[in-house]
């Protein structure tokens, strides 16, 4: 049973540029949330998707988006780069009860802005 | 808002012996859960052990248990018979509805 995939695995962008990192939920989840953690710092919730629409979002600027698609899997897209962007960004899936779901996380996305 | 304190910025404990990890938090929520998650080199954030903010009875998973004071707004984390194997970052939290608030993390060491 494949757990929560993310690629890719390290990116590297000037600012400016604009970056597309992907999650494939783990089997069986149907909702999925993206982190940013900063180095030294714990992860910061960006947004969470369900039913391919965004259901709560974290204190970041509109340039970060996300979309999900039919089969779960789920993308989060950052324009204009900044320095300040460059972290390991995070993906968690869970199986949305009602209750408190138990998060999954992928391994991230390590992003360089230089 | 909610905020979630961390003040031991690293620990270090000796194979086999017991350490806790400490952890505060704020919240103006009335249905949260509170959990521990470990973040080795790999960097995949490994979920510890969670509890549910209404139960009165502290969580145990094997080796790793917590005392959660409600009214002190604290959930620390006990690891007895520690491994070389937990070494890693701990970061404890808040979350509800699957938006979860993140300590800084206390990095933890295990001396053979």
């Known amino acids: 049973d494949a757990g929560v995939t993310q690629s890719p695995t390290h990116l590297i962008k000037t600012r400016g540029q604009q970056v597309t990192l992907r999650c494939s939920p783990k089997s069986g989840h149907d909702t999925v949330s993206w982190y940013q953690q900063a180095l030294g710092q714990g992860p910061q919730f960006i947004f969470q998707?369900?039913?391919?629409?965004?259901?709560q979002r974290g204190n970041f600027p509109d340039r970060f988006s996300g979309h999900q698609f039919p089969n779960y899997s789920s993308e989060l897209n950052v324009n204009a780069l900044l320095l300040g962007d460059s972290a390991l960004y995070l993906c968690?899936?869970?199986?949305?009860?009602?209750?408190?779901?138990?998060?999954?996380f992928g391994s991230g996305t390590q992003l360089s802005v230089l | 808002a909610q905020t979630v304190t961390q003040s031991q910025p690293e620990m270090s404990v000796q194979e086999a012996e017991t350490v806790t990890l400490s952890c505060t938090y704020d919240?103006?929520?009335?249905?949260?859960?509170l959990f521990w998650y470990k973040q080795p080199p790999s960097r995949q954030m490994i979920l510890v052990i969670r509890q549910e903010a209404y139960k009165q009875q502290n969580a145990t998973e094997n080796r790793f248990s917590v005392n959660f004071q409600k009214a002190a707004k604290s959930f620390s984390l006990k690891i007895s018979d520690s491994q070389l194997g937990d070494a890693a970052m701990y970061f404890c939290g808040i979350g509800s509805q699957g938006n979860l608030i993140f300590g800084k993390g206390t990095k933890l060491s295990v001396k053979p």
């Open positions: 998707y369900y039913e391919e629409e965004e259901r």
């Open positions: 919240t103006s929520e009335s249905d949260y859960y």
């Open positions: 968690a899936s869970s199986l949305r009860t009602g209750g408190h779901e138990k998060l999954f």
